[in-house]
């Protein structure tokens, strides 16, 4: 669908970026750099990439390095940026959240990112929710990434003020499904710009 999408956004002030590894990060290195090259061709210039979760936790860092440095090089040698997204309902760990944020200031990623929306985990009551972004994350990863990597706020933001409270945590970025609302809520405390 990039193709199509830079076709549709021709002549816009609109980027087009696209997910690899989506939703559960469990593709290979070679497929996640195949997506990467693929996706940079047809004319994206952001890519979010999703982790090998289940490698993250394992603690194979190795392998995670490995991976996200694979993909970073290639956003970079076709001038696009990545996030990483590390999925943080999954990897909740404290620890494995720091070591993803050293990897990724070691290796040059542009972005660490909590999550793609769609970490759902199974509740005491069957159901399946996710939380996303949340304040204690983006402090602990803006803390242990380094100047050159910005933090990405994604899921769970759906009001203004935790749009306000996320920038304020130190992102750079927010991803968010209820942009109207925000909006909307936007203009009536601060007038239209």
């Known amino acids: 669908m990039v193709k199509q999408a830079k076709v549709l956004l021709a002549g816009t002030d609109v980027f087009v970026g696209c997910v690899i590894g989506f939703p559960a990060g469990n593709s290979t290195i070679a497929a996640k750099v195949y997506e990467t090259e693929t996706a940079c061709n047809d004319g994206a210039v952001e890519i979010d990439m999703v982790i090998n979760i289940g490698k993250a936790l394992q603690g194979d860092w190795d392998y995670i390095e490995e991976e996200i440095g694979a993909v970073t090089n290639t956003c970079h040698r076709n001038e696009a940026i990545v996030k990483v997204i590390f999925e943080t309902d999954y990897v909740t760990n404290n620890a494995d959240i720091i070591k993803l944020c050293e990897i990724c200031t070691k290796v040059g990623a542009d972005y660490v990112k909590t999550s793609s929306g769609f970490g759902f985990v ?40 935790q ?27 601060f007038g239209e710009v």
């Open 163 to 189: 749009l306000i409270a996320v920038q304020d945590a130190g992102c750079s970025r927010c991803g968010a499904t209820a942009t109207t609302v925000i909006l909307e809520d936007a203009i009536k405390r």
């Open 122 to 161: 199974k509740g005491k009551d069957g159901k399946y929710d996710y939380v996303g972004a949340t304040i204690p994350n983006l402090l602990l990863m803006r803390q242990h990434s380094g100047p050159n990597v910005k933090v990405k706020a994604a899921g769970g933001v759906r009001t203004l003020d």
